[in-house]
């Protein structure tokens, strides 16, 4: 069975039943498993990339792999417009999605250069493609690295005791340039590190943060 029909039949019975949703045209990556296209903000499904500040090893040097994950994503939209469908939304209100660039599955290239893994969580799609990843040592398999799932969990953990008085409201400029807040107790709140020098802050409650121009996450914000 060809790649696309395959991974169209594993979304179909991985997500959610629902309307399929599309968009097409020119993208920009956010991070390396996530990007923007025509105003929608989309998650790469079945596959899971390291964060941007994620660090990884290589040569006995500490290696900047959410980077190097991020600039593989862009390269391949900086080729052409993609297609991306979908029929469910995650946690953050962003569309779950399997993007094609022409016949190329954008979701499998990624796992097949090494720079993302294979999802097995949600998806078994590509679990080929990191096999082969990993064989010829590409990308993420050059070195060592923490499975960016392990890599968050560990930053959630890791979240001084203090934060959320200090910090109830963590308001995050994202990498698309979208202002948003998450608040303690929801999923995002651990996951976001304050960087002021990119315009990230802190703020007592949400009406605060909204006055600053912040919005709530898609999909709402405390579940």
């Not at 959610?16 to 025509?38: K, Q, Y």
């Not at 990884?56 to 391949?76: P, S, Y």
């Not at 993420?140 to 409201?169: D, I, K, Q």
Request: hydrophobic share 40%.
């Amino acid at each position: 069975m060809p790649r696309r029909a395959a991974a169209l039949m594993l979304l179909a019975m991985t997500l959610p039943l629902g309307a399929t949703e599309s968009r097409h045209g020119r993208a920009e990556a956010i991070d390396g498993d996530s990007l923007t296209l025509a105003g929608e903000e989309i998650r790469l499904h079945g596959i899971d990339a390291p964060e941007w500040h994620q660090s990884c090893t290589r040569d006995g040097r500490e290696n900047a792999c959410g980077v190097a994950a991020r600039d593989a994503l862009a390269a391949l939209l900086a080729a052409g417009p993609v297609t991306c469908r979908w029929e469910a939304r995650d946690a953050y209100g962003r569309a779950l999605a399997t993007c094609w660039r022409g016949a190329e599955n954008l979701n499998a290239a990624l796992v097949a250069q090494g720079h993302a893994l294979a999802y097995r969580r949600y998806s078994t799609a590509y679990v080929s493609d990191e096999d082969a990843a990993r064989r010829a040592r590409r990308g993420l398999w050059a070195g060592s690295f923490e499975a960016p799932a392990a890599w968050r969990a560990r930053a959630r953990r890791e979240t001084p005791a203090t934060e959320p008085a200090a910090c109830p409201v963590k308001g995050n400029v994202n990498r698309a340039g979208e202002r948003i807040y998450h608040e303690h107790g929801t999923p995002g709140w651990g996951q976001v590190r304050i960087r002021p020098a990119q315009g990230d802050r802190c703020f007592d409650d949400t009406a605060q943060a909204r006055a600053a121009g912040f919005r709530a996450p898609r999909g709402g914000g405390r579940r």
